[in-house]
């Protein structure tokens, strides 16, 4: 695996891969990397003839209060997971190699993308500029490495439709591939923040997934979904959970639904910390979908 840190070094690696005459295949990182990104990268490898990972902690997507600063960067342990998993081309650029202007809020950013009617609800409720911070870098990333297939995680199903949505509005020559969310035994939604769980949250962790399944199991056998989204939200608080949100929401449009009877696909999409770590997960309500 080679490891490159400037975009004339990776241009070169995308000029003499074009040459060759390769399917270059992408997944963006932001490293402290798990199953659930190698997942995404053994996609990747089966499907292109080079394959390039980027790990760039991005300050844009990053609120005033949030973790940038305290956000795990194991580079090296990284490095070699990415060779584990036959990895051709590692892209780790320094911020000021893709911010040369030293930019690290997007107000101070020259030029930014947003996708705003995906953008605004779920995370973004909370999350002021979050995705606008996201989509502008994942752009920008995109036109630097050129694939031919870009790899992200239904685990963040509502950033993987974010970029589906601009890859399609503004006719990148890209597909985005999903990956299904990756877990881990008991569960719980593999995540590079899990690492910060006390052992009793740890151990809470998982019932976030098995409430939603009972909720998904109730839904489904004909219970009125505004009381299952209730007794959901109840439950999860019950068990020492903060809940941000929980809902049913459309699959393309994630707009908020309160009934089973549209013709689109619906997932149940919820938002919760335990002891200050904020979890995400989401499954679908309907069959033929990850989960």
């Known amino acids: 695996m080679k490891v490159v840190t400037t975009a004339t070094e990776l241009a070169a690696e995308w000029e003499a891969g074009r040459r060759a005459g390769a399917v270059i295949g992408y997944v963006p990182t932001m490293g402290a990397l798990h199953e659930g990104h190698l997942s995404l990268v053994d996609l990747a490898r089966a499907e292109c003839d080079l394959v390039v990972c980027s790990i760039f902690v991005n300050p844009l997507q990053f609120g005033p209060d ?70 502008t870098e994942s752009l920008l990333f995109l036109n630097l490495v050129r ?80 009381e299952v989204l209730a007794a959901g939200r109840d439950g999860l608080t019950s068990l020492g959970f903060e809940v941000e949100y929980l809902v049913a929401c459309e699959e393309e449009a994630l707009t908020e639904v309160r009934t089973l009877d549209g013709p689109v696909p619906v997932r149940l999409f919820a938002a919760a910390r335990l002891g200050g770590v904020r979890l995400l997960d989401n499954i679908p309500l309907t069959e033929g979908n990850h989960g």
């Open 66 to 135: 949030e973790d940038f600063e305290s956000y795990p960067r194991p580079v090296e342990r990284d490095l070699e997971l990415l060779r584990a998993r036959d990895t051709d081309l590692a892209f780790l650029p320094d911020w000021r190699e893709i911010f040369p202007g030293g930019e690290r809020v997007l107000d101070d950013f020259g030029t930014h993308v947003s996708v705003p009617r995906l953008s605004h609800q779920l995370c973004g409720r909370s999350r002021e500029g979050h995705f606008d911070g996201m989509v």
């Open 147 to 226: 694939p031919d297939r870009t790899y992200w995680g239904e685990k963040d199903f509502q950033q993987l439709r974010i970029i589906e949505t601009l890859v399609r509005d503004m006719r990148l020559p890209v597909t985005v591939v999903r990956g299904a969310t990756k877990r881990e035994p008991d569960g719980l939604a593999m995540s590079s923040r899990n690492k910060n769980l006390s052992p009793g949250a740890r151990a809470l962790g998982p019932r976030l997934r098995e409430r939603l399944k009972s909720m998904r199991e109730a839904a489904l056998s004909g219970e009125a979904l505004p």
